[in-house]
T-cell receptor, first 115, second 115 residues
């Protein structure tokens, strides 16, 4: 059973546009929601993360929006650039529990930004 | 600082052969995770360790797969005998499982091809 559901599977955006990737979860015990970015031939790397008591977090062109009541969160990439072309994974974990930071990943979104 | 180091980066072998993948976590990290990535199934957690002890191996697909962590600086994932459907990219990640929000740091993976 997929603990975190991610959409879309792929996304094509023009340079300068806004990229939006959505995720949903069921487990209300999750207390940390990171996004990872993966370039070809590399491992995923932490991009930005949010905790559930905050509705939005912004770092540069990257923003996470979090809706606790709907159990949804999304990544917005403003002014998308060709260098943003990568696969993005949302994830969730329960640090307060006994899973020792085990991450539940979404299936990933392959983003292509056309110049 | 050195990141997570995986070896080999690429492995091509024939069906039936034993395959051993190696991982050196970041010094001081006490949790280690093995993942498998394929187009069909995305990023799957196979097994994870905390303080060198296996915590959850429910993601290990079959008895052909085994993992060990003999000390804090080394882990192996072994497949014996290997099959073509084991072809995938295998990632190792480590984290400091103490405190909220500690990210997982991934290696660059081993691309495994079983002929």
């Amino acid at each position: 059973q997929q603990q975190v559901k991610q959409s879309p599977q792929s996304l094509i955006v023009q340079k300068g546009g806004i990229s939006i990737i959505n995720c949903a979860y069921e487990n209300t015990a999750f207390d940390y929601f990171p996004w990872y970015q993966q370039f070809p031939g590399k491992g995923p790397a932490l991009l930005i993360a949010i905790r559930p008591d905050v509705s939005e977090k912004k770092e540069g062109r990257f923003t996470i929006s979090f809706n606790k009541s709907a159990k949804q969160f999304s990544l917005h990439i403003m002014d998308s650039q060709p260098g943003d072309s990568a696969t993005y994974f949302c994830a969730a974990t329960e640090f307060a529990g006994s899973t020792l930071g085990r991450l539940y990943f979404g299936r990933g979104t392959q983003l292509t930004v056309w110049p | 600082d050195a990141g997570v180091i995986q070896s080999p980066r690429h492995e091509v072998t024939e069906m039936g052969q034993e395959v051993t993948l190696r991982c050196k976590p970041i010094s001081g990290h006490n949790s280690l995770f093995w993942y498998r990535q394929t187009m069909m199934r995305g990023l799957e957690l196979l097994i994870y360790f905390n303080n060198n002890v296996p915590i959850d191996d429910s993601g290990m697909p079959e008895d052909r797969f085994s993992a060990k962590m003999p000390n804090a600086s080394f882990s192996t994932l072994k497949i014996q005998p290997s099959e073509p459907r084991d072809s995938a990219v295998y990632f190792c990640a480590s984290s400091l499982a103490r405190g909220y929000g500690q990210p997982q740091h991934f290696g660059d993976g081993t691309r495994l091809s079983i002929l």
